[in-house]
Every structure is written in structure tokens, then in C-alpha cells.
């Protein structure tokens, strides 16, 4: 780490639970106090850091015009931030104006080790918009690690000071230490966290910044190596002086393990979207043949809503823009449109380095999963038909039109039944817990489960016949009702000329067939007209008796 190298030295499990600060630092001589007592808490200790800025060419800003822009700066840090800043600027020919900070690397900084943090910043033209542009990146001397490629645009000369000092805001990231977990929740100690800022935009540790876990780890001879805890972030959700307190989003059941072999402690350093594109590239397991075809989604930690990224080309691959999101996203690859197979949270712009992530392709589950697909949308069409010819029924039975309705019914029950879907669902779930016994690997995963849970359902709801039921009993009773209804009017009818006393007449057709027409015939002979009776005598009567 120093000029010399670090010294050998042998960890004790005491010195493994002392503050990072102890722990790093102790194979640092640049750390130890002249005096040989030991430092201050690490809560009151400020960061000791090394600016170098360097302004290119072709933004036209000379010496005397980059020495203004550093003495504002230095005002502003005394009256934003102040005490948890112990800031020295590099002169322009310091080593440091030669690093590029899209390309360094760790081991460029070993020179600084006095330092806790060192910056390299540039100002150059800004090729994406007017104006100039800060670009810059972080190394933390303790924990060895460099941060993101920051940018930070800077449309008018005059805001240039502002704008460096946002620019420095964006580039710090705290060190903690991890004391321990409650309720599910991580809590830190963070370094200067007791120092008290010149203004809140100081503050060392604030709610929602979020902190990248490690792994400090005691080697056998001597030193420590630091393990990044994979796939695992920690989120402020409140902070009280130096103490914080910080969600755990990971992609692993037990980030935090206890099982290490070696003596261990916990740290952390903070972490922000950066300017570099994500790249990463997915393999199926175990061959490592691309995983190609899949849709990427992400979405906010907890219950955020997913947002589709894209999917993977030939390769595997997918390159994700800067500034997609702005924390931390839990990505999910997805197959067959439902099925995740890998879920895991990362920072937006994190590092330029492509990641290659192994995913299990479930070939089995996705199979299921299509089939149950395949059957839900029969189902579907079903339950849409089924609508359609209820709402006839309906129609009919209102009106009365008992022919029309026993015909809805008769087309109702041409439709396949309702035990067949029924089955065939059972059989896949039985074919897959089979061939799942069989391979020992997961078959039926949460994901198929929920949607076979979720075709039954439809299944039972949709697919009920009792409303069918109810519309052939009231057709039945609809039936007789009609029948007695026309007997009781036959009966109320008055009797027609002709007919014999108490003999009801039956009722005449709605519409009578017109009768046949006979044939024209003959003019037959007029009959001969009847003899006509005398007429009575007057006064008496035309009856004979």
C-alpha cells in the first residue's frame, strides 16, 4: 500500500472486531500518531484527501483561470461541508494529471497512501452537449477500492465553482464498519458521522445513500484480504449521528454469514450510479452456452413495479445506458414470459467491466410453463364463449322465448366440459412432480406453481355449470307456467253459438293456414223454390198446436 510496501503483520480476533479504521490501518505507518496513542474513534475522525484537477487543452482554461476555480471551491467546502473534510489540492504537474479516469487503475494510487481518499477530476468540452464537463473517479486508500466514473456537466464558467463542489459531494463515499444486524436491518458505524457539518449537504451518511458490504478477512501470514460481498447492498433507511441503520437488498439468503473459516469483520464503503454503461452477459449453466432470447426486467427494491430493459442477443449480452435508474435496481431474466431465473440487485453504471452471470435455463419448467400457457388460453376462449351464449339464455328467458332458449341450451352443451381442462391440468402437474423425482432439479417452481394455482381457479370460477343448471330448470318450469296459462284461458273463454252449454270452444290458431280453394265447377240447376204456406186465418196463431 505505501511507498515501502505493507508490513506483515499477524491478526488478532480481537483486532478483527476493532473499527475498520483500527483494522486497515494498522499495516499503515502514515496512520499512527507520532505519540503512539492510539487514533480517535472512528466516528470522529475527518477524511484526509488528495484533489488533483486537471483541465485539458481544449477547455481553454489557463493556470490563473483553474487556481480562481480551486480558491471559490475551497470557500464553498468551508461553508457546505467543512469539519469531515480535510482536503489538499495537487499542484497541476502532480503525477495524479496524468491518470485517465475512464482507464486507471487501483494500483496507479500506491503512491498516496497517506491519503485516505484521493480524487483525479478533468474539465474538458463536453462531447455530448455545450459547454464543459467534470469527469472523475474516487480510490479509498482502506479499502482499496476505485469508484465509479463520475460526470458533471458545466453549462456556464460562472456556476464552475458550484458545480465542482456538487462534482465532489457526487464523488465522496463513506467508509462504515457493519456492529451488527437488527430486525432484518443492518447497522453501521460510519467514519466522521460524529463531525459536525458547516451545512446538511455535508453530511456524512444521510437516508437512501447506500453502502457496498464487504469482507474483511485475516490471511494466515499476515495482512487482510477484502472479499466484496456479492450481489448485496445496503440502503440507509435512517441515520442518527454516525449510527445507521440500512435495509439489506441481496440476491443471497444470508449475505452475512457467520461460517468463514478465518477471522473476519464486516465493513462498507458507499457506492453511486455512475457514468459507465452497464454490461453484462448471461450463460446457461453448465455448459456456459449463451442465454440468448430472455427479457430483462428491473425494478425498485421492495414492491416497485418491473420495467422491461430488454432482452439478451446471440451472445447473452445486453448493455444498458447510463443513468437508466438512479439507485440501486433488482434485475430480473426472465423465460417464458414468467418464469425468473436469476433476480439480483446492482447499481446503476457501477463499473464499465463486463459481468458474466450464470443462469440455469429450467428447460423443464419452461416446457410446463407453455403448456399450462397453451391450456389457460383454451380456457380463456371457453369461459368468452361461454359468456356469450349465457347472455342469449338470458335474453330469452326475459322474453319469454322458451324455443329460442331451449336452443341456446342445446349449443351450450356441445361445448367441451369443464372436467376435461380439469384433468389434463392435474396430468401436467403429476407428469412434472415425476420428471422433477426423477432429475432431482426443480421443476416446479414457485412461478409454475402460482400459474397452475392460478388456471385452477379460473377453472373453478369460470367454469361452473350451475348457472347452466338454473337456465334448464326455469326453461322446464318456463314450460309449464305456459301450458297451465293456456288451459286456464281456454277454460275462461265464452261459449260461440252451436256449441253445447258448458263445452268450451278451443281457442283459434295466433295464425290460421288459409284453406285450400276448391276448383271451379259446373253452374248447376236452380233448385226449385218451396211451396208456400196459406197464411192463417186472422186471429189465430202461426203455431200449429
Known amino acids: 500500500m505505501g511507498r515501502q510496501g505493507p ?22 505507518e502514515p496512520s499512527l500518531r507520532a505519540d503512539g496513542a492510539p487514533p480517535q474513534p472512528i466516528e470522529r475522525q475527518p477524511y484526509k484527501i488528495a484533489l488533483s ?12 483561470s483553474r487556481d480562481r476555480l480551486v480558491r471559490e471551491w475551497q470557500i464553498l467546502l468551508r461553508r457546505f461541508v467543512g469539519a469531515p473534510w480535510n482536503v489538499v489540492v495537487e499542484p497541476p504537474t502532480s503525477p495524479l494529471a496524468l491518470l485517465d479516469p475512464d482507464s486507471v487503475k487501483g494500483e496507479a494510487f500506491a503512491r498516496w497512501s497517506n491519503y485516505d481518499k484521493v480524487w483525479i477530476a478533468r474539465l474538458q468540452p463536453d462531447p455530448d452537449g455545450q459547454g464543459l464537463v467534470f469527469v472523475g473517479r474516487e480510490y479509498d486508500v482502506a479499502t482499496r477500492r476505485l469508484g465509479s466514473l463520475l460526470k458533471r456537466p458545466v453549462v456556464d464558467w460562472e456556476d464552475a465553482p458550484r458545480e465542482l463542489l456538487a462534482f465532489s459531494l457526487d464523488l465522496f463515499s463513506p467508509t462504515a464498519i457493519i456492529t451488527g444486524q437488527e430486525g432484518g436491518r443492518a447497522i453501521m458505524n460510519v467514519r466522521g458521522g460524529a463531525l459536525e457539518p458547516a451545512s446538511p449537504r455535508g453530511e456524512v451518511v444521510s437516508k437512501g445513500m447506500v453502502f457496498l458490504p464487504l469482507r474483511l478477512v485475516s490471511l494466515a501470514k499476515g495482512g487482510v484480504q477484502i472479499l466484496r460481498i456479492p450481489f448485496t447492498y445496503l440502503q440507509v433507511e435512517s441515520a442518527s449521528g454516525p449510527t445507521a441503520r440500512c435495509a439489506i437488498v441481496s440476491a443471497l439468503s444470508d449475505p452475512f454469514t457467520k461460517r468463514i473459516a478465518r477471522p473476519n469483520s464486516l465493513a462498507a464503503i458507499a457506492i453511486k450510479p455512475g457514468a459507465s454503461p452497464l454490461r453484462l452477459r448471461f450463460t446457461c449453466k453448465p455448459d456456459g452456452a449463451p442465454a440468448s432470447g430472455y427479457i430483462l426486467t428491473a425494478r425498485p427494491p421492495g414492491q416497485g413495479e418491473p420495467q422491461e430493459l430488454g432482452s439478451t442477443d446471440r451472445s447473452g449480452r445486453i448493455t444498458l445506458r447510463p443513468g437508466f435508474a438512479s439507485s440501486i435496481v433488482v434485475m430480473r431474466l426472465i423465460a417464458g414470459r414468467v418464469e425468473p431465473l436469476v433476480e439480483f440487485p446492482i447499481m446503476p453504471g457501477e463499473s464499465g467491466d463486463e459481468r458474466v452471470i450464470p443462469v440455469d435455463p429450467l428447460p423443464l419448467t419452461i416446457a410446463l410453463e407453455a403448456r399450462v400457457d397453451a391450456l389457460r388460453d ?4 371457453l369461459v368468452a364463449l361461454r359468456a356469450r351464449l349465457e347472455a342469449r339464455m338470458k335474453a330469452r328467458l326475459e322474453g319469454e322465448d322458451w324455443d329460442g332458449l331451449a336452443e341456446a341450451i342445446e349449443e351450450f352443451k356441445t361445448l367441451s366440459p369443464r372436467d376435461k381442462f380439469a384433468e389434463t391440468l392435474a ?4 407428469e412434472a412432480a415425476h420428471d422433477q423425482a426423477e432429475t432431482k432439479k426443480a421443476v416446479l417452481t414457485r412461478t409454475a406453481q402460482a400459474e397452475i394455482a392460478d388456471l385452477q381457479s379460473l377453472i373453478d370460477r369460470y367454469l361452473d355449470d350451475d348457472m347452466f343448471k338454473a337456465y334448464v330448470d326455469a326453461l322446464e318450469r ?3 307456467l305456459a301450458g297451465k296459462k293456456a288451459t286456464t284461458k281456454a277454460a275462461a273463454r265464452p261459449a260461440q253459438p252451436g256449441s253445447a252449454p258448458g263445452q268450451a270452444v278451443a281457442p283459434a290458431p295466433a295464425v290460421a293456414a288459409p284453406a285450400p280453394q276448391p276448383a271451379p265447377a259446373q253452374p248447376a240447376a236452380p233448385a226449385p223454390a218451396p211451396a208456400r204456406r196459406p197464411a192463417p186465418p186472422k186471429g189465430e196463431s202461426a203455431v200449429p198446436f
Do not use: H
Open 478 to 480: 318456463g314450460r309449464g
Open 7 to 28: 508490513r506483515n503483520f499477524t491478526m488478532t480476533r480481537a483486532a478483527l472486531t476493532a473499527p475498520l479504521f483500527m483494522l486497515l490501518w494498522t499495516a499503515l
Open 378 to 381: 383454451q380456457v380463456v376462449d
Open 427 to 430: 396430468k401436467l402437474k403429476d
Open 53 to 64: 484537477l486537471w483541465c485539458a487543452p481544449e477547455s481553454r482554461i489557463d493556470d490563473p
